[in-house]
C-alpha cells in the first residue's frame, strides 16, 4: 500500500550467543557464538527458521548473515572432524543455504567476511 518491503534478516553462521546458550541448542554449537557446519541437524535448524520467516514476509528477498565465524571449525566440528579448512567449508555452508533458499524462493543477499578470510588463508588461533 505504502511501497514499503519488509525484508527479514537472520543469521545462519555465527553471532548466535544467546540462542546457543540454551542446553536445547548445545546440539548446534561449533562454539558459544556459531553453529556448527556439515551436520544435518544445523540445516534443518536453518530449514525451519527459513521457512517460518518465508511465511512470515511477503519478499522474497532476505537478508543471510554469515560474517565474523572466525573460529568457524575451531569447536566441536574440530573435535569431530579434525583441523578445518575454512574456506572450503564456508563454501559447503553457503552452497547448503543456498539450496535451502531456493526451496522456498528466497532470494539472499548475503553480507559475510569469512570468503576473505577464507581465501586469505588466516593463521588457525593460538592453541587449536
Known sequence: MFGIEMIPCVQT?????????WPAMMEYRDDEDILIVEEEKTYRLID????SLSEMYTSRRIHLGMDEAFYMGYGNYRKKNGVPEQ?????????????ICGKYGLEPMIWSDMFFVGAGRRRRPAGL
Open 48 to 51: 525451519a527458521m527459513l521457512k
Open 87 to 99: 574456506g572450503a567449508l564456508i563454501k559447503r555452508h553457503l552452497d547448503r543455504v543456498l539450496e
Open 13 to 21: 553462521l555465527a553471532h548466535l550467543r544467546t540462542v546457543l546458550r
